[in-house]
């Protein structure tokens, strides 16, 4: 009995694997999932969020309005996210006279680490605090890096997650694609 359920068993997954062998082959379209998911966000608004920034004080969406914002979620961990800082500081210097700009960034990174990672890379922009939950919450579940430019209403018009881990490939990508969509929505 017990040779015959195991003939069967190996029988009904060699079968199995034979029939599935076409599945097997297919490989997973990386750039035909993440236009998906572009496609999945663009005209949604972006999720209500409170951060506290000092003893009485809160930066929230409220502070977004009127603005053309992009918004970055990164980790000091993730080579890719820190893979773009230096892209992030080339667009965000480009922009920063424009009082109509907002770029802003989100990390559950301790404000050690924060500060750390500022220093070394020379970040001007706003980086900000916020616990694991929170910042999956706002990037709707996705990974490391994602990023997002918002129009004055607040409407997502551009969402990426995901980048290159080479600093010149990640550089070249977002000084093509994003910072010219950022500059279209002025």
Not at 81 to 110: G, H, R, V
Not at 166 to 183: N, V
Request: charged share 25%.
């Amino acid at each position: 009995m017990r040779q015959i359920m195991l003939f069967l068993a190996v029988a009904f997954t060699s079968t199995a694997f034979s029939q599935d062998s076409s599945m097997l082959k297919k490989e997973f379209d990386y750039e035909a999932y993440l236009k998906s998911q572009s496609v999945r966000y663009q005209g949604k608004q972006f999720p209500e969020f409170s951060v506290k920034i000092s003893d009485n004080g809160y930066f929230s969406n409220a502070d977004l309005k009127n603005k053309v914002v992009f918004i970055n979620f990164w980790f000091e961990s993730c080579t890719p996210c820190i893979a773009e800082m230096d892209a992030f500081n080339e667009m965000f210097n480009k922009l920063k006279s424009n009082p109509d700009f907002l770029f802003i960034s989100f990390t559950f990174d301790s404000d050690s680490i924060i500060k750390k990672v500022a220093a070394t890379y020379n970040i001007e922009y706003k980086i900000f605090h916020i616990d694991r939950a929170e910042c999956y919450r706002l990037n709707f579940k996705n990974g490391f890096p994602t990023s997002f430019i918002l129009d004055r209403k607040g409407l997502i018009r551009y969402f990426k997650t995901g980048g290159q881990i080479d600093k010149e490939k990640a550089t070249k990508e977002l000084l093509t694609m994003t910072y010219p969509r950022i500059i279209e929505l002025f």
